[in-house]
């Protein structure tokens, strides 16, 4: 069964960067599409990126094309988003997911982000 | 982008009840090629991450009770909850995935 463990949520000020990872275990990591969800306070789930398998198609959602870069590294079977010039509206809690295609079947714990002056 | 509107916003039902959650996409859902719908049904249960009750409108995911059914096609999407248990408890998302942005309902809060 896989198992996915997200880490890297922190307390930031706006502008400042932040690298969210995902580590996947339990099977094989190569053969998933992975995502990135986030839930703002109060809010419901919103897509953010995601990326195939080898890494040849990458999406993101419009607010955050060009400051965040999702990416991956199938033989450490973990997943990366790096956040740059974080926003205040950015505070959520982001979730990885893994799953076929662009339809997520599993999805980790999640990791808390918030930016705050 | 589609957008997915979900209804109705909460919805308080008894133990044992039948509940129903409905979605519509401003595009139909359906792929010409594979006749298939591409529409998700998340369960989001308090501090727990969501889990993916329906994928393709109507197949249950591994492990989800048989009181869990999806049915619809092109626009019009139904989840329906039957004879409600108490772990029903959450917020049900649906969610297109035909295309990037993968966009999501606005969610339905169950309450016993």
């Known amino acids: 069964e896989v198992h996915l463990a997200e880490s890297g949520g922190a307390l930031v000020h706006p502008g400042e960067s932040l690298r969210l990872s995902c580590l996947v275990s339990g099977s094989p990591f190569r053969k998933y599409w992975m995502t990135w969800f986030r839930q703002r306070p109060g809010k419901g789930l919103e897509w953010v990126a995601n990326i195939k398998q080898d890494a040849s198609e990458i999406k993101y959602v419009e607010s955050v094309r060009g400051r965040f870069a999702i990416s991956r590294d199938n033989g450490k079977s973990s997943l990366y988003l790096q956040m740059n010039n974080l926003r205040v509206d950015d505070t959520a809690v982001y979730y990885c997911a893994a799953g076929a295609g662009y339809l997520v079947e599993v999805w980790g714990q999640g990791t808390t982000v918030t930016v705050s002056s | 982008d589609f957008v997915m509107t979900q209804y109705p916003d909460s919805l308080a039902v008894s133990l044992g009840a039948r509940a129903t959650i409905n979605c519509r996409s401003s595009w139909s859902l359906l792929s010409r090629s594979n006749k298939r719908n591409y529409l998700a049904w998340f369960q989001h249960r308090p501090r727990q991450p969501p889990r993916l009750l329906i994928s393709?409108?109507?197949t249950r995911a591994s492990g989800v009770p048989e009181r869990f059914s999806g049915s619809g096609s092109g626009t019009d999407f139904t989840l329906t909850i039957a004879n409600v248990q108490a772990e029903d408890v959450a917020v049900y998302y649906c969610q297109q995935y035909f295309g990037a942005p993968l966009t999501f309902g606005g969610g339905t809060a169950l309450e016993i």
């Open positions: 393709w409108a109507s």
